[in-house]
């Protein structure tokens, strides 16, 4: 498996700033993404952190509010852009690992988000 | 995005039972299933997984068990303890691409 960490574990924040979100993995992976999750809800794809080039991002998320970096294979963040409380919500990094001859996905411990 | 559901099903056991969590999934072409359990605060942890070519699967005080036929997937864990009270999401995926998600059930352990 990999051991991914994410920073920060959980912010405050204003209305109308910005938070980045940090993923790193312990190994080179080649598929990283970020989710959100609303209180009681599951889990929603914003997008996908493609190395190298820009994100993929999922219907309804915006590269404007949700900027996605991805320097190398084991980093990557997450801007929140000009927050608004309905933005208050958990966001998860996760991975995809080959293990056992298949792919399978691991996830961060998750950034909870407070906006104000 | 990719997001199934709106609010979690509950499910209540004593401590000792077993638990049965269920899950229906969408894609019958879904060749790969995972068993998650989501702590309070916490980001899922993987538990279990099974490949279409299986129809049960063990580990410790776990099983998975598929049913391809009508598209469900089941979570058994055995003499539920209270560190098991969690949310439990399935997934399915075809080669490794497009993991979706259940809805959850949230299981609460009772001494």
């Known amino acids: 498996s990999a051991v991914i960490s994410q920073k920060p574990s959980r912010d405050i924040c204003q209305r109308g700033t910005s938070l980045t979100i940090q993923c790193q993995v312990d190994?080179?992976?080649?598929?990283m993404f970020w989710y959100r999750q609303q209180p009681g809800q599951s889990l929603t794809l914003i997008a996908t952190?493609?190395?190298?080039?820009?994100?993929?991002?999922e219907s309804g998320f915006v590269i404007d509010k949700f900027p996605i970096s991805r320097p190398n294979l084991t980093f990557s963040t997450l801007t929140v852009s000009n927050m608004s409380p309905e933005d208050s919500s958990i966001y998860l990094c996760?991975?995809?690992?080959?293990?056992?001859?298949?792919?399978?996905?691991?996830f961060g411990p998750g950034t909870r988000l407070t906006v104000l | 995005g990719e997001s199934v559901g709106l609010h979690l099903p509950t499910l209540s056991v004593q401590e000792g039972d077993n638990s049965i969590i269920n899950c229906a999934y969408s894609?019958?072409?879904?060749?790969?299933f995972i068993w998650y359990k989501q702590e309070s605060g916490k980001g899922p942890q993987f538990i279990i997984d099974i490949r279409s070519n299986m129809d049960k699967r063990q580990g410790q005080r776990v099983t998975v068990l598929l049913n391809k036929t009508v598209k469900h997937l089941s979570l058994q864990i055995a003499a539920t303890q209270p560190g098991d009270s969690a949310v439990y999401f399935c997934a399915e995926t075809y080669y490794g691409q497009n993991f979706v998600f259940g809805p959850g059930t949230r299981l609460s352990v009772l001494p």
């Open positions: 996760s991975v995809v690992v080959y293990r056992r001859s298949t792919d399978t996905q691991y």
């Open positions: 894609n019958s072409a879904s060749d790969y």
């Open positions: 952190a493609n190395q190298g080039s820009e994100a993929t991002y």
């Open positions: 190994s080179q992976v080649t598929m």
